[in-house]
């Protein structure tokens, strides 16, 4: 005799109820990171498009930027924290294996007993994490549930490193998901290509420094940097033309399944919020998007920086916060990022 | 069906006019892309990328640092789509 087994009621919808933000407290300008880069303010506005990036004060821990992050997005949302069901915290700056940042969150906010879990899809990592939010909502698992994109990657660059480390912000953009009657979160189209896995990546890995400790011999891998750091520490690296080439080519067509999965046209779309990368990739996305000329766009990285997994909740929060976009306005979101982890949403806006 | 050398270097010249705003004709076989054409990296990652499509061809990024010249990317594509 087959057993068969009840599921939850399935909800028809779920919806962003908020979002919220919290950036690092220095807006750093580019002049005071050009020195050990050897470059100008010019070289990097030209090329980025940044002109300030974030940095937490030193106090200020990847906890802290998530709880504020998430505390107003909690307060707008009228959702109070004991409410959540579920909390997910997407990053790759919290350094330690376990537990979970999203379980020290889930503590300090007060939603004790949530479940809570981190996932590691560096600048997609937001728009994973909504795609969780959004299934456990409408399979019924979770009624409300909260997601945070946190970065602190000033621990994780080197001043010296002239690829990836002056892009970088600290901060946290966050979303409370919950029911909707209708589907203001659209489907997900993600995916992933690590054969890109070295296009960024982490120049050290945890167990090099554990092995040395215990006296046994590194592993032999493939040289991935052509520029090896002078850091003891791992650091990140990029190799800047291979992703700027893979996100122009790959992007534009995640942009259109993406739309075309939630039933729409480029032409529906008011907002494009883009991982905040570069200005350029932003730029050049747009150029071959076919998005309406009025689209309003998410250009936070010129003030807050490239903040990895934070950037898309930053630019959302920002627009929504100076009145750029609206409450109801059709918003298309793609991360994009380390191990060409990718994941594209149309979501109408809290 | 294989473009021919004169094709791509139109071709070419007409990617570049449009990601730079360069005039076609400054786009010649022997310029080089960054010191003649001021055309940085980034950029030059558009004019592959786009090309590839246009021209139905694959040009490996570790192969796009030896295209110095037009020249050379004209002969890369004419080889690459035979």
Not at chain 1, 113 to 123: G, H, V, W
Not at chain 1, 156 to 170: A, H, N, V
Not at chain 1, 253 to 266: H, Q, S, V
Request: charged residues 20%; proline residues 5%; hydrophobic residues 40%.
């Amino acid at each position: 005799m087959t057993t068969t087994l009840r599921l939850n009621e399935p909800i028809p919808g779920s919806r962003i109820i908020a979002v919220g933000g919290s950036r690092g407290e220095n807006l750093v300008p580019n002049d005071d990171i050009v020195g050990p880069i050897n470059s100008s303010d010019e070289w990097i506005t030209q090329r980025t498009g940044i002109k300030t990036r974030a940095r937490a004060d030193e106090g200020t821990t990847i906890l802290d930027l998530a709880a504020r992050a998430a505390e107003d997005a909690l307060a707008r949302s009228g959702v109070s924290a004991a409410d959540l069901d579920a909390v997910i915290v997407a990053t790759v700056t919290h350094f330690e294996q376990t537990p979970a940042l999203a379980t020290l969150l889930t503590e300090r906010l007060g939603a004790t007993p949530a479940a809570a879990f981190d996932i590691s899809a560096a600048c997609a990592g937001y728009c994973y994490g909504i795609a969780q939010a959004d299934a456990l909502v409408r399979a019924g698992t979770a009624e409300h549930v909260l997601v945070v994109g946190v970065e602190r990657m000033s621990d994780f660059i080197d001043p010296t490193d002239r690829t990836i480390s002056f892009l970088l912000g600290d901060g946290a953009g966050a979303a409370v998901v919950g029911r909707s009657d209708t589907p203001k979160i659209g489907p997900t189209v993600w995916g992933s290509d690590g054969s890109l896995a070295g296009a960024i990546y982490q120049t050290r890995p945890w167990l090099d420094y554990r092995r040395e400790e215990l006296g046994e011999p590194a592993p032999e891998r493939a040289e991935l940097a052509e520029e090896v750091s002078q850091m003891v520490s791992p650091t990140l690296r990029q190799q800047g033309p291979t992703v700027f080439k893979w996100v122009i080519t790959n992007i534009p067509k995640l942009a259109r399944r993406t739309i075309e999965a939630a039933g729409l046209t480029p032409q529906d779309i008011d907002v494009f919020v883009p991982h905040q990368a570069n200005m350029r990739i932003t730029d050049q996305l747009l150029k071959t998007m076919g998005l309406r000329d009025d689209v309003v766009v998410g250009r936070d990285i010129a003030d807050t920086g490239n903040t990895s997994a934070a950037s898309i909740p930053l630019a959302t929060e920002r627009l929504l916060r100076e009145g750029a976009a609206k409450s109801g306005d059709v918003a298309l979101q793609i991360g994009f990022g380390a191990g060409m982890a990718f994941a594209g949403q149309v979501v109408i806006l809290p | 069906m294989a473009h021919s050398e004169s094709e791509i270097l139109e071709g070419l010249a007409e990617i570049v006019n449009e990601e730079t705003g360069l005039p076609t004709d400054a786009v010649t076989a022997d310029k080089s892309f960054t010191d003649d054409l001021d055309i940085d990296s980034l950029t030059m990652m558009t004019v592959v990328s786009v090309a590839e499509e246009k021209f139905g061809v694959t040009i490996p990024d570790e192969d796009v640092k030896n295209l110095t010249t037009v020249g050379d990317a004209v002969s890369f594509i004419a080889q690459a789509q035979a």
